[in-house]
């Protein structure tokens, strides 16, 4: 059993910023990508941003500049530092793990509960 837990979420004006992070914790010998996602009321669940286990990131599009992803491997735990914060950047924002026990050959993805973020304006 894997599990991901999220903090940092809350309520901030637009322009200000918040930081989340992920803890992975259980059976886990290793974690390659690791990442947030968001989800906004009605809409589909997108990609917000990824890392790599050797630190390779990308973000989307409508991040990039003010969005910071970074994780610490001794830790399994995930961060992402948002900054100039928008009200269109409001969701519940998932984090998730692509972990595999010792032993195993693939690996598994396991999400966290989610955390709301709300920006007002």
Same mark, same amino acid.
């Given at each position: 059993?894997? &599990? #991901?837990?999220?903090?940092?979420?809350?309520?901030?004006?637009? *322009? *200000?910023? #918040?930081?989340?992070?992920?803890?992975?914790?259980?059976? /886990?010998?290793?974690?390659?990508?690791?990442? !947030?996602?968001? &989800?906004? =009321?009605?809409?589909?669940?997108? #990609?917000?941003?990824? /890392?790599?286990? *050797? *630190?390779?990131? @990308?973000?989307?599009?409508?991040?990039?500049?003010?969005?910071? /992803?970074?994780?610490? @491997?001794? @830790?399994?735990? %995930?961060?992402?530092?948002? @900054?100039? #914060?928008? =009200?269109?950047?409001?969701? %519940?924002?998932?984090?998730?793990?692509? +972990?595999?026990? !010792?032993?195993?050959? +693939?690996?598994?993805?396991? !999400?966290? &509960?989610?955390?709301?973020?709300?920006?007002?304006?």
């Amino acid at each position: 059993q894997v &599990q #991901l837990v999220e903090s940092g979420g809350g309520l901030v004006q637009a *322009g *200000g910023s #918040l930081s989340l992070s992920c803890l992975a914790s259980g059976s /886990i010998f290793s974690i390659n990508a690791m990442g !947030w996602y968001r &989800q906004a =009321p009605g809409k589909q669940r997108e #990609l917000v941003a990824t /890392i790599t286990s *050797g *630190g390779n990131s @990308n973000y989307a599009d409508s991040v990039k500049g003010r969005f910071t /992803i970074s994780r610490d @491997n001794a @830790n399994n735990t %995930v961060y992402v530092q948002m @900054n100039s #914060l928008k =009200p269109e950047d409001t969701a %519940v924002y998932y984090c998730y793990a692509d +972990h595999r026990p !010792w032993g195993a050959s +693939h690996y598994t993805r396991s !999400w966290g &509960q989610g955390t709301q973020v709300t920006v007002s304006s």
